[in-house]
Structures are given as C-alpha cells and as structure tokens.
C-alpha cells in the first residue's frame, strides 16, 4: 500500500530499543519516514522532536497480518474495520489483510473499495481487503477478480476463507486467472465431503467426546492437490492456516519440488491442542480445529526452518452468544491480534527456536512480500517508511480480553499468563499506540 | 460428585454404590404403594431437547417414586422452539429453583454446559453421540441380576459403535467393573482411534459370540448406509444382525440385551428379541430403579452420598 494517507507531523525520537533485538540504536522519524537509525539519530532530531522513551524495547518492523476476519459489512456487532483496526495496532500490526467473508462477500470491487475506505478512515491500520475467489463464496463460478485487482483497493489476495475452493478446475483456473495481476489465491484446505458436520480435530479425543471428527487428511489432500496444480500452471499458491504435521511435510516435499508455494500458521495453532476441547468450552472451536501437539511441534519446526513462510493471526471475533451455547452450535474462530506476538514470543523466541529478526520476516517481510504489500515489511533503516512496533519482551500480563480493543472477547488465552507486551506502534510516523495505550 | 455427566467419573465403590442401591429401592417397586418420601419438597426438571418417551418416562416415575416434583420441560411448544439458548433456559430453571436437572440433548457435551451454568446437579440423559451414563448404569444393574457378576463378564457390543453414546457409556463403566468388553461392528463404525479404549474390537461377529456372556446390540439406523457406511441395510444384517442361526452360537446362560428402540430385522431378529434370553423388558424395569438411585445419591444431601471424590 502506497503512502497515501496524511504522513505525520511531528518528529519521534525513539531511544534505546534494538531494533530486531540487536543493540540498542536511537530511532529518528520524521515525515513518516525513518529519518535516521544509531548514533546520528539524536544528533539529527530537531529541537520540537518528541522523545519515546524504548530503552530495551525489541524494535520490529510494523507487523502485518495476512489473515484477518474484521466483520464489516454486515457482523458489526462482532468487529467494525475500526475497532478492528484498533485491535491491530494493540497487538504491533501496522496493516492487515480482511478476509472476503462478510455480509455481503467481498466479491465485487464495490464491497472490496468499500472495505478499503473504512481502514483508511481508521487511521489506525493499513486495510488491505482480500477479495472472493468464487462468487458469493459458493464455489461455483469465478468472482470479477480482475475488477477487485483493478479498483482502488488494489486486492492482490484472493480467497474464499471459511469455505475451501474444492473443485480442482475452478482452483486451476483461479490459480491461472490471477497471474494476470501477480495476485495469490490463498487456499482455505478442507475438504468439504471428509469434513461433513465436522466438530473437532478427529483423535482419542474426538472419539472419546463423541463430536464428529475433523480428520487431518481433509486438509493435506487439498494442500498436496493445490501445490500440484499450481505447479503445473506455474502460479503461486498460498495456503491458509496450516494446522498439521502432514501438511508441513507436503508444504516442505512442494517447495523441494520448486513449487511456489507459500504458509501460515495461527499463533494459536503454535500453542494450543485439541485436549482443551474436553470441557466443551466453544471458546476452543476453530476451524481449522486444534489439533495434538504432534502437529503444534511441526509447525514450530515449519515455522522455524521456514518450510511455513510467516504468521498470521486468522483473528475471528464473535459475540459472547455465538459462544456460550453447546459446542455443534457455536460459531469456529478465536481472536488473535491483540495476543499474536506474545504467543510466537512464548513459542517460538523463548524456545530458541526464531530470533527476533526472523520474527520480523515471519511477521512483517514475509506476509508483506506474499500480499505485495510494498510499503510494509521492510527494513528499520533511514529511508523506509516509518512502520515500526515497539515490543517489551520482558514484561509479562495475564490475559484479560475485556481489556481489548476488539469489540468481542472470545480469546482463548483468556486468564493465561503471556510473556511481552506492544508498547508502541507508529504507521508512517504516526503513533497508533504509544505506552501501550491506543492513540 | 454434584453431577452424573460420564460414566468415566464414576469409580469402582461410586459405580457399585448406585448399583446396590438401585437394588434396594427395586423392592419399592414391589410395593403396592410404590412411592417413599426422601425427595418430597425437591424439584426435578426433565429437559428433554430430544424426543425421548422411554428415558423421560422413566426418569419420571424415578423421580415420582421418591416424591420429588417433577417438571417436564420439552423442547418444543416451549420458549426452546422460540430459539432461547441452552444457556437461557438453564437460568430460567435455576431461578425456578430446581434441585435437578435431567437433559437430554442432541449435542455432544450439553450436559456438561448446563452443568456450568445451574447450581443443581445435572443428569445427563444422552448428550448427541458422547454418553449416556444411567443407560450404562441399567445395563451393567442387568448383567449382574442375570449372571451374578460383573468382574470377569465378557460383553460384546455389537452395531453402530461410532454413533453410539450407549456405547461410550458402557465400554467405560464396565471397564471399571471389571468386565471384559469387545466391540463388534464394521471398521466403519467404529471411532479410528478405538484401540485406546479399554476393551477389544472385532470385526466378525460369529467368532465372539460363543466367548461372550453377554450379547448387548445397538440399533443401527438404515439411512447410515446413505453415507457409506455399509452398502445395504440387508448386508448389514447378513454380517452384525443377530438371527436365530447366530444365537444357536452363543452359550447357553448367554444374555442378549439391547436398549432399545429395537429394529427387528435389522440388528436383531424377532425370535432373539422375544427369546427369553433377550432382557430389553428387565433393563426398562430396572431403568426406573437405577435412576431412583441416581436422584436419590445426587439430591438426598445426607447419607449415603455419592462420591466423597
């Protein structure tokens, strides 16, 4: 995304944070630019420069989320893009992508341009509307995607999340349509037949809870069908939520294949297995289910040997009455901004498994890179756009989703004690969150 | 132990607790006044989401028996068909003050949700295709009426294991008693990851039956075959029906039981289902007694009192 958007005013002198971890290095932005990094920062800032005190803070570039679920139009009572938007800030993101999945579909330029306005508004985010594969979601005929591409919103991510495009033709043709305009379908994996009614990853624990079981090869068929057939017509392929350990060895047999394949992985799916669901609490349903932590294992390894390219949050608000039901009656999906980076914290860096510049290319170069997303992800040097997420690593919090910014509360890390907290984020050089307080 | 959700709660003395206490108030039953007055001033509240006549008849008279209130709350005609949540109608009953709630559910885990939201004990009556414990309790009252014992009693269980919270029930229950279960049905109807049940599985019928005390079949409804899980309802019954030319295999003290609703045909000939062998009348009658004892243990408050768990 262009730099459009009114560039900020005032000077920011950040100091002390390492940026990626390293040493501590002054930040100077100015004119929504990072003006200066190092030693010529302080020496450079003007006299009316505002200091942000960052001594020991991680500084990454501004995240950015690939897979977001912001409910407008049509579940305002869920999420708007601002309160989404918000939410974004909270957790470091400095531009998510919004899945087609609303009321009405994204499946048209209006509804996309209309998405578009709404984050721009915002002022808090970097909207970038993902558009429908297939008209209305169905999975029958193709969605003007050409018209999506081409309108103001500039949608280069297509996909019908929530609903998988099963037939192999329409797959094909998408995969081959969107070359056109270097776009990426971004394949939801789940295969409708194997996962008729489906409750819950399908294990001991399924079998002994007596929900439908949601087996994991209804997701790798569909991941090692569409890695052949982008292969085959030369596209890219994005993979939705990766959630097995069967899907990560395929993901990682395709790339050796030379296939342009790309992958995410939830944080939740990072930290969280399907044992939770023994209470019954809907709190744990999502789609994809939890699985055992076999699979939470690989794609920690996935995600560390970058067979499973970066993270993104899936972040799926619902009201509090779509989840204090019985489990076959509640809605699939669990927020995720606000708590992203504490959980890839916890799984990933305190593992020793990312350092923290990897974190920055799984969480903001890489998904910017996968979105063509220019003005994200990109280095903390003089020059680049000021897109930058101050991060306490040290800190700790217990998890309380009243106290977010999203308008509904069903995060399933509600009471869990999470290491780190975003302290701070500027979008081209405007603070969204400053002392971890939204701006 | 408040509630009665899993037979998986229930330990060795809780199990054999209901059950020798079932025996007890079976003699009620005998009676020509058939009614005590340990629950008199308690409120019971039979929430029946599904249409169960059996199970709610009985948890009925079990109730009625110990002179509690009973309050039969059916899903539909009710706020429940006006689309209140699980959730609304369990406050509304809480604030009804009801001691007890029975439910039966077409979703898996109900009983437990209720369970979090009312202060009464829950007794789950069949939650969709997770348990369905007092049917367990009944089953296992009637293996050890007829046979005498439970440790050591080979049962097989044979039909749609997979949909099955009987099933779930029983394999879990009887373990903890010590009878030796074997599922019987085919590989498409058993949960994939059965070989971390305690208990055997086999796939052919005629090779358990003369090693088995007890014969326990599950109905099997015929639209399974529409998603694949058998080809017809008749090769079904040619391969996992119990007929006459089966039964000649079974010991000669064998048992055959079934929790009915039967479908004669199906799973289970009508000369094996009227064979004085076949105990689907005793297990109706001893139903009543077990969920006595259930509502008694749970709701009695002084002693003997379920669970000091």
């Known amino acids: 995304m262009s730099d459009e958007n009114e560039s900020g005013g005032t000077e920011y002198l950040i100091r002390g944070a390492r940026p990626l971890g390293g040493e501590p290095a002054d930040i100077l932005v100015r004119a929504g630019e990072i003006a200066a990094v190092g030693p010529r920062a302080a020496a450079e800032a003007g006299a009316p420069a505002r200091t942000v005190q960052a001594d020991g803070m991680i500084a990454l570039p501004g995240l950015v989320d690939l897979h977001t679920h912001l409910r407008e139009p049509g579940r305002e009572d869920a999420e708007t893009v601002a309160s989404g938007c918000r939410s974004a800030a909270m957790g470091g993101f400095t531009a998510v992508h919004a899945m087609a999945n609303t009321d009405p579909v994204a499946d048209t330029a209006g509804v996309v341009e209309q998405v578009w306005r709404l984050g721009r508004d915002s002022g808090h985010c970097d909207v970038r509307p993902v558009g429908a594969v297939t008209r209305g979601l169905a999975g029958e005929r193709l969605a003007e995607l050409g018209a999506m591409a081409d309108s103001v919103a500039r949608v280069r991510v297509f996909s019908d999340d929530g609903m998988c495009v099963s037939d192999p033709l329409l797959m094909r043709r998408a995969l081959e349509y969107v070359k056109a305009f270097d776009g990426v379908v971004a394949q939801h994996a789940q295969d409708p037949r194997l996962t008729q009614g ?7 624990v399924s079998d002994r809870l007596g929900l439908a079981g949601w087996p994991a090869v209804a997701e790798e068929a569909v991941i090692a069908r569409d890695c052949l057939l982008a292969e085959h017509v030369g596209s890219r392929l994005h993979v939705c939520h990766v959630s097995t350990k069967g899907s990560v060895e395929i993901i990682r047999w395709a790339k050796q294949r030379g296939c342009d394949v790309t992958a995410e992985v939830t944080p939740h799916h990072l930290l969280l297995t399907d044992d939770l669901v023994e209470g019954y609490d809907p709190i744990y349903k999502v ?5 055992t932590a076999a699979d939470v294992h690989a794609l920690r390894e996935g995600l560390a040997d970058g067979t499973i390219d970066c993270v993104a949050t899936d972040h799926a608000p619902h009201p509090i009455e779509a989840k204090e039901t019985e489990w076959a009656n509640a809605a699939m999906g669990m927020l995720g901004l606000e ?16 350092d923290w510049a990897a974190v920055a290319d799984r969480m903001s170069a890489a998904p910017a890179r996968i979105g063509r997303l220019t003005g994200h992800g990109r280095p903390l040097a003089a020059g680049e756009p000021a897109n930058i997420a101050l991060y306490d690593a040290s800190a700790e919090r217990v998890v309380d989703p009243a106290a ?7 995060s399933p890390y509600r009471g869990m004690r999470l290491p780190g907290r975003v302290t701070g984020t500027f979008l081209r050089g405007v603070p969204t969150v400053l002392d971890g307080k939204i701006q | 132990m408040r509630h009665l959700l899993s037979t998986a709660d229930l330990g060795h003395d809780e199990a054999v607790l209901i059950l020798d206490t079932a025996r007890e108030l079976a003699q009620i039953g005998e009676r020509s006044v058939k009614k005590l007055p340990t629950l008199r001033g308690r409120t019971v509240v039979n929430l029946f989401y599904e249409d169960s006549t059996r199970t709610r008849t009985s948890f009925e008279l079990a109730a009625k028996r110990l002179s509690a209130d009973v309050i039969n709350f059916s899903a539909k005609g009710s706020s429940v068909a006006k689309g209140e949540s699980l959730k609304d109608t369990a406050l509304t009953l809480q604030a009804m003050g009801a001691d007890g709630v029975v439910v039966r559910h077409g979703a898996s885990g109900a009983a437990h949700r209720l369970a979090g939201w009312v202060d009464g004990s829950v007794v789950n009556a069949g939650d969709g295709t997770h348990e369905h414990p007092t049917q367990a309790l009944l089953d296992a009252y009637t293996m050890r ?5 439970l440790a050591g009693l080979r049962v097989a269980i044979v039909g749609d294991v997979l949909h099955s919270r009987v099933a779930r029930s029983n ?17 498409t109807l058993v949960p994939v990851s059965v070989g971390t049940w305690p208990c055997q599985v086999s796939y052919d019928l005629d090779e358990v039956l003369p090693k088995s005390d007890v014969v326990m079949m599950l109905r099997v409804q015929a639209e399974r075959m529409n998603e694949a899980f058998f080809p017809t309802a008749r090769e079904y019954s040619r391969r996992y029906g119990l007929d006459r030319d089966r039964f000649a295999l079974m010991g000669e003290d064998a048992i055959v039981m079934h929790p009915g609703p039967m479908v004669r045909g199906m799973e289970i000939s009508a000369e094996v289902a009227d064979s004085p062998r076949a105990t689907v009348t005793r297990q109706v009658a001893n139903g009543v007694s077990v969920r006595m004892a259930v509502l008694y243990l749970l709701l009695g408050g002084s002693e003997p009192a379920i669970g000091q768990r």
């Open chain 2, 171 to 187: 394999v879990l229950l009887l373990h903890t008693l010590g009878a030796e279960v074997t599922l019987v049905a085919p590989p």
């Open chain 1, 198 to 204: 489906a409750q819950m990853n399908e294990g001991e």
């Open chain 1, 287 to 291: 789609n994809p289910p939890l699985r």
């Open chain 1, 404 to 410: 977010m910014e999203s308008k509904s509360t069903n």
């Open chain 2, 145 to 149: 009426e007829r046979t005498g014992r």
């Open chain 1, 339 to 354: 708590t992203a980076l504490s959980v890839v914290q916890h799984t990933m860096v305190d593992t020793g498994l990312l």
